[in-house]
């Protein structure tokens, strides 16, 4: 009887243990945005239905662009998921460094994906990333301050509108900044934001033949503008804000206005997280008066499979379960229709739920309105709205934007930094053979 039962026992421990060796585990790298960071706390569902565990490497963005750039471009093989964007996936994709997420099921609906969003995360018509969430971006304001000002924000405001409100909203008693904006070097955060507020100045970072435009006046004005408006109005050190640093600005009612991705309208409308949740309108991104582009971009955080992963079924189960319909319906059920992942599907804008949300029209307004094809009042040769869609990009903006951050915190002129960012530029276009 007693061998009996321990045969058992030594059973039952080799079936467990085999089952411990064939759990499957994937490894996802993502940024430290709130809606990824939210994502985090539903994986538990995820692993309770599928029985795969996720382990998450959350990383700062400009440490994860790096770090995921790194790690693909040398098959370092760290990652089953990487979070990237519009820029990284149709070029890694033309690269056949991304697996293609053709093949999804019909329940998911890839047909839904909002056309900008798939279009952008695409490549020969090929999806190579799904959208967690989509963006563009707007002007977020204190409704309060602005009324004191004895102003009135128009939908479709202009920069010199814009300058006059922070001007007036400022009160440095009360720590209160006029206006936050992003001054962090990195391509993908304050570089992002220089380029576009570029754009709404008549500026574009090449001529058709790939020559760099940094000696042209509209450079110049958009740069001169940019930071004597946030010295006059803008806070102390905003040379090194970013994102999460102006979200948390503003969430503490030290911003005015804040000018940045409209994905960011959900936490500073949360009540939880935000101190003028209740004191919050928007409205379309800026453009310069006699000039038809706005300061506002078309962006993706989305989910991509290195080639060469082990884990590529697991990772497409991921994929599906937290870009689909359902996880939006998840979010939603446990946080409120306010708070699910916005601009990435269709069908969300035609839901009546998100109707009453109140920064829904003007987010999918200000997606609609970016379009790459067209980023620029002049002809360009290349297609982007924030960044320039070619592999040397992503290095030339990174260099470009320590130069701005340089100016933004005192430690040269916009004519040093133009001057600097237009040599750098054109000895690494040639060198790459444009």
């Known amino acids: 009887m007693y061998l ?18 064939h759990a499957q585990t994937i490894t996802i790298a993502t940024v430290n945005n709130g809606d990824m960071i939210r994502m985090q706390g539903y994986t538990d569902k995820f692993t309770e239905e599928t029985g795969i565990d996720v382990e998450w490497v959350t990383l700062e963005e400009n440490v994860l662009r790096q ?32 697996v293609p997420l053709d093949g999804m099921s019909e329940e998911y609906d890839v047909d839904d994906l909002l056309p900008a969003m798939a279009g952008g995360l695409s490549h020969d018509g090929t999806l190579y990333a799904a959208p967690f ?44 900044n006029g206006i936050c904006l992003r001054g962090k070097a990195g391509w993908g955060e304050g570089g992002a934001f220089i380029t576009v507020t570029g ?32 010295n006059e109005s803008g806070p102390a050190g905003y040379a090194t804000n970013g994102f999460n640093e102006n979200l948390s600005l503003f969430q503490q009612g030290k911003c005015g206005m804040w000018i940045d991705a409209t994905v960011a309208a959900s936490f500073v409308t949360n009540p939880d997280d935000s101190t003028v949740a209740d004191k919050v ?48 319906e998840l979010v939603a059920e446990n946080e409120g229709w306010a708070n699910v992942p916005p601009g990435a599907r269709t069908s969300l804008y035609e839901n009546p739920n998100y109707k009453d949300v109140p920064f829904a029209n003007m987010t999918l307004e200000s997606i609609l309105m970016a379009d790459p094809q067209n980023c620029c009042a002049q002809p360009t040769p290349y297609t982007g709205i924030q960044f320039v869609a070619i592999p040397e990009f992503a290095g030339i903006a990174t260099q470009v934007s320590q130069e701005f951050s340089a100016v933004y915190a005192g430690q040269q002129t916009v004519d040093e930094a133009l001057a600097k960012a237009q040599a750098f530029t054109a000895e690494e276009m040639e060198a790459a053979g444009y």
């Open 281 to 328: 309108g928007f409205a379309l991104a800026p453009n310069s008066e006699g000039v038809d582009k706005r300061a506002n971009w078309l962006w993706a955080w989305a989910l991509a499979i290195p080639a060469g992963t082990q884990q590529e079924d697991a990772a497409k189960q991921f994929i599906e379960w937290a870009t689909s319909k359902d996880y939006i």
């Open 199 to 230: 754009n709404s100045f008549g500026a574009r970072w090449f001529d058709e033949n790939w020559k760099p435009q940094f000696d042209q006046p509209e450079w110049k004005e958009a740069l001169t503008f940019f930071v004597d408006m946030m």
């Open 67 to 98: 770090r995921v750039t790194t790690d693909i471009s040398t098959k370092g093989g760290q990652f089953d998921i990487m979070t990237i964007g519009m820029y990284e996936t149709p070029i890694w994709g033309a690269n056949g460094w991304l």
């Open 4 to 21: 009996k039962h321990a045969l058992r026992a030594a059973t039952a421990l080799t079936f467990v243990a085999t089952a411990a060796a």
């Open 133 to 176: 969430y989509g963006e563009s971006s707007m002007i977020m304001y204190r409704t309060d301050l602005m009324e004191k000002a004895g102003l009135e924000m128009p939908e479709a405001p202009t920069w010199q509108f814009i300058r006059e409100a922070a001007a007036a909203m400022t009160d440095r008693d009360n720590d209160i």
